[in-house]
Structures are given as structure tokens and as C-alpha cells.
């Protein structure tokens, strides 16, 4: 039960939150015409909050990750796909940030 809530918070939670960010983000930009295309102050504040959070749960599992040693050769490769998929959810928020501001 320990290890299915800690792999829920550390890789599945945070790409539900990536997914989220980049659905909105391209319901946003398809919703609106170009001229119409300003980011509310709040909006922009709530998706910065819900990419740090992302961003602090990927990095704490990988952190965590590679805090702890593998024992075996499968177990490690399990880690490295892991690994993978946390550092993968660290930058997807970064770049879905940088994407709304360059195509608002």
C-alpha cells in the first residue's frame, strides 16, 4: 500500500497535473482568437502553482530515487525507467509554461 501511494505521488499525480496543464493550455489557445489571447494574473498564478507542484513531486522521486540503491540488474532498470519518467515530468511543466507565454 506504501509503495502504491508513494509511486501515485511521485509519477502518476504529476502527469495527470501535466496533462491538465497541457489541455488547458491548448483549450486556451484554440478557444480565443489571437487578438483575445491575455492570461489573467490569477490564471497565470494557479497554473504556475499547479507546475511548481509538479515540478516538486518529480524532483523529490527522482531525488528519492537515487537516494536509495538497487539491488539487482532488473530492479535497476525498473529504477532507470522511473527515473525517466520523473525527470520527464519535471520539464514538461517548464516547457508548457514557455509555450503559453510565447503563443499568448
Same mark, same amino acid.
Given at each position: 500500500?506504501?509503495?502504491?501511494?508513494?509511486?501515485?505521488?511521485?509519477?502518476?499525480?504529476? !502527469?495527470?497535473?501535466?496533462? !491538465?496543464?497541457?489541455?488547458?493550455?491548448?483549450?486556451?489557445?484554440?478557444?480565443?482568437? !489571437?487578438?483575445?489571447?491575455?492570461?489573467?494574473?490569477?490564471?497565470?498564478?494557479?497554473?504556475?502553482?499547479?507546475?511548481?507542484?509538479?515540478?516538486?513531486?518529480?524532483?523529490?522521486?527522482?531525488?528519492?530515487?537515487?537516494?536509495?540503491?538497487?539491488?539487482?540488474?532488473?530492479?535497476?532498470?525498473?529504477?532507470?525507467?522511473?527515473?525517466?519518467?520523473?525527470?520527464?515530468?519535471?520539464?514538461?511543466?517548464?516547457?508548457?509554461?514557455?509555450?503559453?507565454?510565447?503563443?499568448?
Amino acid at each position: 500500500m506504501r509503495k502504491a501511494l508513494q509511486r501515485f505521488l511521485g509519477f502518476l499525480l504529476p !502527469g495527470l497535473l501535466n496533462a !491538465g496543464l497541457a489541455v488547458w493550455i491548448v483549450w486556451h489557445l484554440a478557444s480565443a482568437p !489571437g487578438y483575445a489571447r491575455r492570461l489573467s494574473f490569477g490564471a497565470f498564478v494557479l497554473l504556475y502553482a499547479v507546475g511548481g507542484l509538479t515540478i516538486v513531486l518529480s524532483c523529490a522521486s527522482a531525488f528519492l530515487l537515487l537516494a536509495t540503491g538497487a539491488s539487482g540488474s532488473v530492479d535497476a532498470a525498473q529504477r532507470r525507467l522511473w527515473l525517466m519518467l520523473a525527470l520527464v515530468n519535471t520539464t514538461i511543466p517548464s516547457v508548457l509554461m514557455l509555450l503559453l507565454l510565447a503563443l499568448r
